[in-house]
């Protein structure tokens, strides 16, 4: 059994940059496939900045992969776009984003006074999110490729150079209950909780891949999985039972607990399921490199 196995991280809510570190080290000991850095909505919890935390441990650790966190939110396309690449070649190839959905980005708004347009139902309780989500990952994706981009959108307006070739890896995260169809298209990974794969996840996903004009091979299905440290053994072994039945390619581990917990986990459970590792974050998901988008 072998599988791309994701540690979750959050930094500042309960674990110290320090103890991050030790984390980190732990992690690297495992042979975990990649460590996501959570970035908390602004205003709700009290993290550290995902890309600010994941600078720091990739400089302490440049053979470890990371997967960054960040919300439309407060977030503006281009920014985001140039740090993301950034961070992606400074360690080599090693760095993903996965992209959450939120609400209006400040700046955008500030420059902008006509967005949001009308088209959609008015955002109550973030229903307009998944549209958010897809408007901007397509802003993503002209900004990491070649030629010059021009978006009137309903969400953004953004007219800019590319910041690069070179496309870092993108998230998308099933909890933002974005259009599977849409983020199969756009996305590298999919992220779902374990209750969704009740319904098939594996089978809603290669429908969703069908339609959107890419291969079943081109994108990497997570399941998150909340875990505790008791019972190591019994645990992996059932999280790779589950991860077979359900045709996984792979987990995301998290846990509530503290620095303790994460150690026990990456030294009780991590190793028993024989996580994949990589040169690169593409290889350690066992994604394809160079992969296009399709328009």
């Known amino acids: ?37 959570s970035d908390g909505p602004p205003g709700e919890l009290a993290l550290l900045d995902a890309g600010a935390v994941a600078s720091f441990l990739a400089a302490r650790h440049p053979d470890l992969n990371w997967i960054v966190d960040a919300p439309t939110t407060h977030n503006a396309p281009y920014n985001l776009a140039r740090r993301s690449i950034a961070l992606n070649r400074a360690t080599g190839g090693r760095a993903g984003l996965a992209l959450r959905a939120g609400d209006g980005d400040d ?19 973030g229903a307009a999110r998944p549209h ?28 800019a150079d590319p910041v690069g070739e070179g496309r870092p890896v993108l998230v998308a995260d099933a909890r933002d209950h974005v259009n599977w169809v849409e983020a199969a298209r756009l996305a590298d990974v999919f992220v779902v909780p374990r209750i969704e794969l009740v319904d098939g996840g594996n089978t809603r996903l290669t429908d969703a891949v069908w339609h959107s004009g890419r291969r079943r091979d081109q994108i990497t299905l997570l399941a998150r999985a909340g875990i505790v440290r008791e ?25 509530t607990g503290g620095r303790d917990e994460l150690l026990g986990v990456l030294r009780s459970v991590v190793p028993r399921l024989e996580p994949v590792t990589g040169a690169t974050l593409r290889a350690a998901l066992g994604l394809p490199e160079g992969v296009v988008v399709p328009a």
């Open 231 to 255: 019972n190591g053994r019994s645990t992996a072994a059932e999280l790779g039972r589950w991860a077979t039945a359900h045709a996984l390619d792979g987990l995301e581990l998290a846990t």
């Open 132 to 159: 958010r989500w897809t408007e901007y990952a397509q802003i993503l994706a002209g900004l990491w490729g070649s030629e010059p981009v021009d978006h009137d959108g309903r969400f953004y307006r953004v007219a």
């Open 1 to 37: 059994m072998s599988l791309v196995v994701v540690l979750d991280l959050a930094v500042g809510d309960g674990l110290t940059l320090h103890q991050a570190a030790e984390v980190a080290d732990a992690a690297r000991d495992a042979g975990v496939s990649a460590i996501r850095v």
């Open 107 to 125: 700046v955008t708004e500030t420059l902008a006074e006509d967005l949001p347009r009308p088209g959609l139902p008015v955002d109550v309780g």
